[in-house]
């Protein structure tokens, strides 16, 4: 036992001794880790806000009728287009037509009356000039004064005729604006209620089409922030200048319907904090529907030079929002900025970093402070499409 333990014994000696003999030279320390970096995109740029709004037509009309009677005929299809007075319901116009005849005849009776008055009251008062004796005061006030009857009761029947033409005018109702009609609430043979019937009949409906309006809200924060940019010269109101503003529908890529601010209110609503804007948009091709919700950018300010990173590269640290940039010693340095808005997927930084900074875009849970790394410069990533 004692010979196979001394045999043990020098065989480890022996694999000790080799071992020693091939170890080799000492691992060199570890590499500084590959980070990539990305300067921040220069260019010219302008603040925007979104905000939901509604399409509306800017003239809408409910079509009724100003006389009633039987509906006799429809001269109109329906969801097409249609203009300003074309006839579109038609009633029966044969009592109207009568008493427009009959009126007429009046204001022939009553002429004829009113040239017998005045040729009596003249014979009269030239029989006075010849012979004051031969006509009483009292006979040349009578003639003069049925001279002026017959003048006022002329009057009178021209205003029954007026009125009876255009009662019978009123049977072929019209279109009041052009636009686009709606469908027909009323077919023939009903009877049509006019306005000064108890009730009033709804015929169709006309919205006009182009060009058409969105009205939308804008906050408090955002109007006081306008107002500082004016004072500063940065911007302009909308109440000064035709402010441009762009819109897109559900299915739109961005915002490709160009239009105008045309009103803004005189006031801010104080139950919900806004503003009221309104902004009309030409509609031709007809694209935009009155009705459809669509999303409204509207510009705050002038195109103005800006430093614009990805949102990768923004971190936080205890509510300060941060950027890592890496200095001319390869070492991570921790900038604090203020943040602007985005555009076209990249974050504006108003204050905290310079043109050419190599700001930090990838891995930063891989970083600290005063690390040394190996800085990777790369395309600035966007954080996405259409902001």
């Known amino acids: 036992m004692n010979c196979h333990r001394t045999i043990f014994m020098h065989c480890f000696l022996i694999l000790s001794l080799m071992t020693g003999c091939n170890r080799g030279p000492e691992a060199p320390a570890d590499k500084p880790p590959v980070i990539p ?35 006799d005929k429809i001269d109109f299809e329906e969801g097409k287009l249609v203009t300003k007075g074309a006839v579109l319901y038609e009633i029966d116009p044969r009592s109207y037509k009568a008493v427009f005849d009959a009126r007429k005849a009046e204001v022939a009776q009553n002429e ?3 040239e017998l008055a005045r040729v009596t009251n003249e014979r009269f008062k030239g029989l006075a000039k010849k012979d004051s004796g031969a006509v ?42 052009s636009g686009r009609i709606g469908r027909r609430l009323v077919t ?28 939308f809200d804008v906050d408090q924060n955002t109007v006081e922030h306008v107002r500082h940019l004016i004072a500063q010269g940065k911007a302009k109101s909308a109440r000064d200048m035709e402010l441009p503003v762009t819109m897109g529908l559900s ?12 009103f803004v209110d005189n006031k801010v609503l104080p139950k919900t904090g806004t503003l009221k804007l309104r902004a009309v948009f030409p509609n031709h ?33 205890q509510g300060q929002r941060i950027v890592y940039v890496i200095n001319k010693d390869n070492k991570v340095e921790v900038r604090p900025i203020r943040t602007g808005l985005l555009h076209d997927g990249l974050r504006e930084v108003l204050e905290g970093i310079k043109a050419g900074d ?12 005063e690390m040394v790394v190996e800085p990777k410069v790369v395309d600035m990533p966007r954080s996405g499409v259409g902001n």
Request: hydrophobic share 40%; glycine share 4%.
């Open 188 to 215: 023939v043979g009903n009877i049509v209620q006019s306005a000064d019937q108890p009730t009033v009949t709804l015929l169709t409906t006309i919205v006009s089409v182009d060009p058409v309006y969105a009205l």
């Open 112 to 114: 004829a009356s009113l």
């Open 285 to 317: 091709p007809e694209i935009l529907t009155p009705g459809f919700f669509c999303r409204v950018r509207v510009p705050l300010g002038f195109p103005h030079q800006a430093l614009l990173v990805t949102e990768r590269a923004i971190d936080t640290d």
């Open 136 to 177: 009483s005061q009292l006979e040349l006030d009578k003639y003069k004064a049925q001279e002026e009857q017959a003048r006022a009761n002329l009057d009178l029947a021209k205003a029954n005729l007026e009125t009876a033409r255009l009662n019978l005018e009123w049977t072929k109702v019209t279109a009041p604006i």
């Open 358 to 369: 190599q700001v930090v875009v990838n891995g930063l849970q891989q970083i600290r402070a």
């Open 37 to 71: 970096v990305s300067l921040p995109v220069e260019k010219e740029v302008t603040d925007y806000a979104d905000y939901t709004s509604e399409i509306t037509a800017i003239d809408s009309v409910e079509i009724r009728a100003r006389v009633w009677g039987y509906l």
């Open 251 to 262: 299915i739109d890529k961005g915002f490709p319907h160009k239009g105008i601010v045309d």
